[in-house]
């Protein structure tokens, strides 16, 4: 990896895609939640660890915002003091979303378009893949065309269930996860675009996130129908009304409306 960083070199000008990018990613986060909100689907009536989640991640939205704007500005020692407590931030993000993954799989609340043993896998293991590619793109803090790029990516990781609320997911099934988590490259397929437009080429960095992507869904879905899925979705569920539900098997629509979070 270190070679190829070092194989491609950008003009000082161009070696950041635009903050622009990274506040266009924060719009699109909003805008899936809010929609959730202004159609009723989320309440404020949700359990208070459900509101620590939404403001854990929505936390990272801002800090994430803050920082690719204070690095375009060229404001680097703020950037690396707001760093630090990003990477900080990052263990709480893993706390809460592994808390209400396994909350909403015992309480059988597991949203119908999703198989409840599947949910259970891809949802933990996206959000330890986005923490480890943020501490990837802070150990390349020192390049800053793949810093930048890996940041973007990392953030790109984390959209599938903005793009999800924004989606016609229930029309969807069977595929509802994978056509959410489809739809996470559009940001860096935009960047590569940016990049080509500049240089004519484009950036590695946004390959190696296309790769983690494809490779995300591929091992929640290898997990998820093995043996090793089957079983932690019984240790989760034990002793639990999430016991009664069929892992593999998806909910029927809730006759009084889509309520997530509970």
């Not at 949700?46 to 404001?75: E, K, Y």
């Not at 198989?115 to 923490?131: C, G, T």
């Not at 150990?139 to 903005?162: E, F, K, V």
């Not at 489809?182 to 484009?202: Q, S």
């Amino acid at each position: 990896m270190a070679t190829v960083a070092q194989d491609f070199e950008l003009e000082p000008i161009v070696d950041r895609p635009p903050a622009g990018l990274a506040v266009a990613m924060a719009l699109v986060i909003v805008a899936g939640f809010s929609v959730q909100f202004l159609m009723g689907r989320s309440t404020v009536h949700s359990p208070l660890v459900v509101h620590a989640h939404a403001l854990t991640f929505m936390g990272w939205v801002a800090i994430f915002t803050v920082q690719a704007t204070l690095g375009a500005r060229g404001m680097i020692e703020q950037h690396r003091r707001l760093g630090r407590l990003a990477r900080a931030w990052l263990v709480l993000m893993i706390v809460m979303g592994f808390v209400v993954t396994v909350r909403m799989v015992r309480n059988g609340n597991v949203p119908f378009f999703f198989r409840p043993q599947h949910f259970l896998i891809f949802d933990p293991l996206n959000v330890l893949v986005f923490a480890v590619f943020v501490l990837f793109a802070v150990s390349m803090r020192h390049r800053t065309d793949w810093h930048s790029r890996l940041q973007l990516g990392a953030m790109a990781l984390l959209m599938g269930p903005a793009f999800g609320r924004l989606l016609p997911i229930p029309l969807l099934v069977p595929y509802a996860y994978e056509a959410s988590a489809a739809a996470c490259v559009t940001f860096p397929l935009i960047g590569m675009g940016i990049d080509l437009k500049r240089t004519g080429r484009a950036h590695p960095a946004w390959l190696v996130t296309l790769g983690v992507l494809a490779a995300m869904v591929l091992v929640g879905d290898a997990i998820t129908y093995s043996p090793l899925g089957d079983k932690l979705y019984q240790l989760a569920t034990a002793g639990s009304a999430g016991a009664e539900i069929p892992g593999l098997e998806f909910g029927s629509p809730p006759s009084g409306g889509l309520i997530t979070g509970r």
